[in-house]
């Protein structure tokens, strides 16, 4: 694509005409972006099935997370948006002090490829929702996917201000020397810093959405069956190709036989006896893909699974037992349906374990002790938590969904996504009157200045609790008070 064809520019100037600021313009958006995915179903479903073999049921779960979000933020957009009040201090009493949340501009979105629904139309709904213009770049990777939303986004969204741009690694690059005021980037870590580098020759903030290995900690202390069955569910859903899958399984080395028992059982359970031919189950998504993870098995005992066939792109179920931490596997992200397990003879060794390396984006435990779960949450560290189940924090509109350090920065989901997308502006509304008020902060400083200063600046209330005729009275203590230092600092002079 010629760089001057590139719609950030046309982006920019519609942004500028002010129509995105308008709630009503806002709603009226994302109220066609929900008619979008409801009347194009079909055609999001027959793009997802060419590229990742998903079925109907799978990408309706996808869809149905989309219309959840839109609409929650067209039931509270007017709330989000309005102006919020903050605490006083005595000083500011008599002001006006609240945050406006403004837009911040334009954003890029750049998606991925393996929901490309949830991580490339889920931050519009908060970019759009903010008042922001966004240009959208969905993975080229998911080429049918991509091609459904350049041929069908435009004829519902206004595409001035909600540009596609498709393409691979050359359009991206262009798009990366543009300015924007904010992009969102979701994908690995390799490229996000690619991102971020130039990001920062424009001084522009990032979401980054990445990913990393999820431990999943199962204790002897639980339904080894549920857990099982839930630990399958998250693991070989999209064929293991979801960011906060569970990557890998600490357990002790006496449960390792019924944990792969279990999950066998699950897996013939969910996927037929032939995975392959089960339309529930899907492929990797390229013959690139497939190769790396077929080296990743190098050096690992396959306890279950591991059927493949390069010329469909399929990788069968795969557990992986007595995995080393030196293993391939273990190196870097897994993203596909292979699922080491490692065993640790305590939580203190697991704890350990998930603290020696990078903070992942999602933690998993499976136990019946409340205290071990209040445990781990306080000493690791990780995007999201889960106890007793994997990747339905996923689906909360009410939690921020993102990571920390590798796996991430930055959040979204509901009214996380409009703050994200939004710069919470900081407002103070004075009046030109009760200048006796500023007395103690000009020049001369005197100690009695400060300690009059030292009370009105540190005492805080909270309006919230009072009601008018209590901050009336109040109002006027505080008045009277001013006078009479003002009416002593002018007989001292």
């Known amino acids: 694509?010629?760089?001057?064809?590139?719609?950030?520019?046309?982006?920019?100037?519609?942004?500028?005409?002010?129509?995105?600021?308008?709630?009503?313009?806002?709603?009226?958006?994302?109220?066609?972006?929900?008619?979008?995915?409801?009347?194009?179903?079909?055609?999001?479903?027959?793009?997802?099935?060419?590229?990742?073999?998903?079925?109907?049921?799978?990408?309706?779960?996808?869809?149905?997370?989309?219309?959840?979000?839109?609409n929650l933020a067209v039931k509270y957009l007017k709330e989000w948006a309005a102006p919020r009040p903050v605490s006083k201090s005595m000083m500011t009493i008599s002001d006006q002090v609240y945050i406006q949340p403004e837009p911040l501009g334009v954003v890029l979105?750049?998606?991925?490829?393996?929901?490309?629904?949830?991580?490339?139309?889920?931050?519009?709904?908060?970019?759009?929702?903010?008042?922001?213009?966004?240009?959208?770049?969905?993975?080229?990777?998911?080429?049918?996917?991509?091609?459904?939303?350049?041929?069908?986004?435009?004829?519902?969204?206004?595409?001035?201000?909600?540009?596609?741009?498709?393409?691979?690694?050359?359009?991206?690059?262009?798009?990366?020397?543009?300015?924007?005021?904010?992009?969102?980037?979701?994908?690995?870590?390799?490229?996000?810093?690619?991102?971020?580098?130039?990001?920062?020759?424009?001084?522009?903030?990032?979401?980054?959405?990445?990913?990393?290995?999820?431990?999943?900690?199962?204790?002897?202390?639980?339904?080894?069956?549920?857990?099982?069955?839930?630990?399958?569910?998250?693991?070989?859903?999209?064929c293991g190709q979801t960011c906060i899958a569970p990557d890998y399984i600490l357990c002790d080395p006496s449960m390792q036989d019924r944990v792969i028992e279990e999950i066998k059982k699950n897996i013939k359970d969910f996927y037929t006896e032939d995975p392959q031919k089960c339309l529930d189950y899907g492929h990797i998504i390229n013959h690139r893909h497939f190769r790396r993870l077929m080296a990743l098995l190098e050096g690992s005992t396959v306890a279950v699974g591991g059927e493949n066939d390069e010329s469909l792109c399929y990788i069968g179920p795969t557990v992986l037992r007595d995995?080393?931490?030196?293993?391939?596997?273990?190196?870097?992200?897994?993203?596909?349906?292979?699922?080491?397990?490692l065993t640790v003879s305590s939580a203190d060794e697991a704890i350990k374990f998930i603290n020696q390396r990078e903070k992942p984006l999602a933690l998993y435990i499976f136990t019946s002790d409340n205290k071990l779960i209040k445990r781990m949450i306080a000493e690791t560290s990780s995007g999201g938590v889960v106890a007793n189940d994997c990747l339905m924090h996923f689906s909360v509109?009410?939690?921020?969904?993102?990571?920390?350090?590798?796996?991430?920065?930055?959040?979204?989901h509901g009214k996380y996504g409009f703050d994200n997308l939004s710069h919470l502006r900081g407002c103070l509304i004075k009046q030109l009157k009760m200048e006796g008020v500023n007395k103690m902060r000009y020049p001369p400083?005197?100690?009695?200045?400060?300690?009059?200063?030292?009370?009105?600046?540190?005492?805080?209330?909270?309006?919230?609790?009072?009601?008018?005729?209590?901050l009336l009275a109040l109002m006027a203590v505080f008045v009277a008070v001013i006078l009479q230092v003002t009416d002593y600092y002018t007989h001292v002079k």
Request: charged share 20%; hydrophobic share 40%; aromatic share 10%.
């Open 397 to 412: 509109s009410s939690l921020p969904f993102g990571g920390v350090g590798n796996s991430g920065m930055g959040h979204y």
């Open 109 to 238: 979105v750049i998606g991925a490829w393996n929901y490309p629904w949830a991580v490339t139309i889920g931050p519009l709904i908060g970019a759009i929702a903010a008042g922001n213009a966004a240009v959208i770049k969905p993975s080229e990777v998911s080429s049918h996917t991509s091609k459904v939303m350049e041929d069908f986004l435009p004829l519902y969204l206004d595409k001035e201000l909600y540009p596609v741009v498709t393409g691979g690694l050359t359009e991206t690059q262009e798009l990366l020397k543009q300015r924007f005021d904010h992009i969102f980037y979701t994908g690995n870590g390799t490229v996000a810093k690619i991102i971020m580098e130039a990001a920062a020759k424009h001084l522009t903030p990032t979401t980054l959405e990445l990913g990393g290995k999820s431990p999943c900690y199962i204790d002897n202390n639980c339904d080894l069956a549920i857990a099982c069955r839930r630990i399958a569910w998250g693991k070989y859903s999209n």
């Open 1 to 70: 694509m010629d760089p001057l064809s590139f719609p950030t520019p046309g982006a920019q100037k519609a942004f500028l005409t002010g129509r995105s600021k308008s709630l009503e313009y806002r709603i009226t958006q994302l109220k066609n972006l929900l008619r979008f995915v409801r009347e194009r179903q079909n055609e999001i479903t027959e793009g997802l099935k060419k590229d990742l073999g998903r079925s109907e049921g799978g990408t309706l779960y996808e869809t149905l997370g989309l219309e959840s979000e839109i």
């Open 445 to 470: 400083h005197t100690a009695d200045k400060l300690g009059w200063a030292r009370f009105f600046i540190l005492k805080h209330v909270d309006f919230g609790s009072l009601g008018r005729m209590v």
């Open 323 to 341: 995995v080393k931490p030196d293993a391939k596997v273990m190196q870097e992200e897994i993203f596909g349906p292979l699922l080491p397990i």
